[in-house]
């Protein structure tokens, strides 16, 4: 028996199969890049035969310049050195680079625009007295008597009057010593903002019994508050060319309509004008060719005889009617008319 060889070596032989070439896929991308080519190609040729001259020249240029086509027209170049595209010729024609002709305001949409802008400006300075406000020490223990809101005039601030703490007494202008602390308060914050000031005072509907509605105090009573508010804010260091006006509005405007008599209603108003209302208020300047006197052009040679003493005018036909004896105003009354 033949001896085997204990470490008789095994042979093991693997055969790779090798691919056939039909199997591979580059051939179809070189394919799809030959299909899209073609209908390039084909596109190409189906524009330039169904396009004129001056239609294929747009074209062209558009490729070589696209800044100097707009849908398919030429426009001014908006750079020095052409890109070497189409020529962009134009005549007197200006681009501006900050305004677009579409987007121009009307006037309507520009007065609408201001009068945001307003509104956010008097927002503005409406916050920033409440916070002055509400910080200061002297201010924050009368803050139930200080109203602030936002009107078609401006920014208002109102202090107003409680039954156990008036800023006047009764019948006076004279200002209470813890009145003019709040507007010495109020003084340094209203000169920064740049509004001038209208200064309004108010009153209730007390009047004194007797009295006939021409002797109404209140009226005056209402224009010197707001006259002594004015002083006291003047001394607090605001400068005179910052108060716009000052006027007494007696009992005509009550904060509570219900209730003529009531405290709150008596009030010192501190409005900062918007820029419509002073505007309208400095309209009211006038100028020397603004005046025209009544004698006109003969007012040097005789001031004594004005116009409105010829005959034929206005004023002598008042005369004459009350000069009648069967006026209805003047003429004391018949016997059947007595009544007192």
Known sequence: MENLNPHQHIIVRRYKKAKHEEHGGAWKVAMA????????LFLVLWVINSSNEQEREAISGYFQDPKAFEEGNKVPSKYVIDLGGSPSVSDNIAVSETIDPDK??????????????????????????DAVITASPTLSP??????LDITTEGV??????????????????????????????????????????????HTDSSVVSGLRDEDDVNWGLSSSRANSARRALMEAGIVKAKIAQVI??????????DDPGAAVNRRISITLLNKKLDDSIKGRTGSDADIN??????????????????????????REQRE?????YDNPPNKGEIFW
Request: hydrophobic fraction near 40%; charged fraction near 25%; avoid cysteine.
């Open 142 to 147: 009368f803050k139930n008597q200080l109203l």
């Open 324 to 328: 009648r004896q069967d006026n209805t």
């Open 33 to 40: 890049d030959f299909a899209l080519a073609m209908m390039a």
């Open 293 to 318: 006197f009544i004698n006109g052009d003969n007012a040097a040679e005789d001031a004594r005889t004005p116009v409105i003493n010829q005959s034929g005018t206005l004023l002598q036909q008042l």
């Open 248 to 257: 007494g509005m007696g009992d005509t405007a009550p904060l509570k309509p």
């Open 156 to 201: 208002r601030l109102q202090i107003v009057d409680q039954t156990n703490r008036p800023m006047f007494d009764p019948g006076s202008a004279q200002l209470k010593y813890y009145s003019e602390d709040i507007l010495w308060e109020l003084a340094p914050v209203l000169s920064r903002l740049d509004h001038r000031l209208q200064i309004t005072g």
């Open 104 to 129: 121009i305001l009307q006037a309507d949409e520009i007065e609408s625009l201001a009068d945001a802008i307003e509104q956010r400006r008097m927002e503005d300075i409406k916050a920033q007295i």
